[in-house]
């Protein structure tokens, strides 16, 4: 025990008891994605009812490329803000619409109380090519930034990618494209899922290094899967370290315990984050509640008895 008390890491690690010095003082929003049949739209909303009396920022709701999710996105958006009192944010990209349709569906969800966008470029209707913006369109996300500004005084949240977006040739090009929509108007930038604390601080700095002073918001996705998990970070360029498929080895057909493990994971990536600064928390919930809700627990946040009231 000699070396041990000597490093003063070690010793509040044996001292403090687990997230024992998180003060609650984190807050959070929610990702889901619109329901594509009956029983996809009651496990969406058990999700929303679980997680509203812990107070969220917002939720948001996604889009599908080339407008294939649009009516159920709005349908989804408009019954969040109509039935809680969560603030609802929907999901806009440039795909497959013109200019003029995509304001019209912004002006759409105006009306119905939404004031909250994610806008995106979004990714291209097929997989594997690359992104054109249609004729009319609008050429990429800070244009589309400035499109809704003008509308109407949309809160907006853009997209950022810590390890740098698939299409850019370098992490600098990331940046510069980064700052183009912070200066577009975007009010915060929610991070692509990654699986080091270390990988958001990097980018963090490097972000503040560039000029852009707007809030960063890591995004969060606990583990459901840990092979689609993998097929996803290829997809977007997010490195998986080796550590993470030891853990989920031969959790395969136990369910159970890969849920345990993947709340471990993601709490102790929360709690690393929350300990380099971090205050706000995105979370990607696939539409399950009880890992993202776990997590929140462990981060110290705690239903509000009000908004329990509403969920009931």
């Known amino acids: 025990m000699g070396t041990v008390d000597t490093m003063p890491e070690a010793r509040r690690a044996l001292a403090t008891p687990m997230f024992a010095d998180l ?35 917002f939720v948001s709701v996604t889009y599908g490329a080339g407008g294939t999710t649009r009516e159920r996105t709005h349908a989804t958006v ?9 603030p609802a944010a929907a999901h806009l990209t440039c795909v497959a619409a013109t200019k003029d349709e995509i304001d019209a569906v912004a002006s759409e969800y105006w009306d119905a109380g939404v004031r909250h966008i994610v806008a995106l470029r979004g990714d291209p209707p097929v997989a594997g090519t690359k992104f054109s913006s249609p004729v ?60 080091e604390a270390d990988t958001f601080f990097r980018f963090r700095d490097a972000a503040a290094k560039a000029g852009i002073d707007a809030e960063i918001v890591p995004g969060i996705m606990p583990v459901m899967n840990f092979a689609s998990v993998q097929r996803m ?33 993601a709490a102790e990536l929360c709690r690393r984050l929350y300990a380099g600064g971090v205050r706000n928390f995105h979370f990607y919930t696939l539409n399950r509640a009880e890992l993202s809700y776990a997590i929140c627990h462990l981060l110290g946040i705690r239903p509000k008895p009000e908004l329990q009231e509403k969920a009931a």
Request: include cysteine; hydrophobic fraction near 40%.
């Open 78 to 86: 408009a019954r969040i803000a109509r039935e809680t009192s969560i």
């Open 233 to 265: 970070s290829a997809m977007c360029g997010t490195a998986v370290p080796k550590w993470m498929g030891t853990l989920f080895e031969g959790l395969d057909d136990r369910p159970a315990a890969r849920q345990l493990v993947s709340a471990t994971i």
């Open 23 to 57: 003060a609650g003082d984190a807050a959070v929003s929610f990702e889901f994605f619109p329901p594509k049949t009956e029983k996809m739209e009651e496990t969406l909303w058990e999700s929303v009812q679980t997680l509203s009396p812990l107070g969220p920022r």
């Open 136 to 195: 009319g369109g609008y050429e990429n996300a800070a244009a589309l930034v400035a499109g809704l500004k003008k509308l109407h005084p949309f809160e907006i949240s853009v997209a950022a990618y810590p390890e740098c977006h698939p299409d850019s040739p370098d992490p600098g090009h990331d940046l510069d494209n980064l700052k183009r929509k912070m200066d577009a108007g975007a009010t915060r930038a929610i991070t692509q899922f990654f699986h």
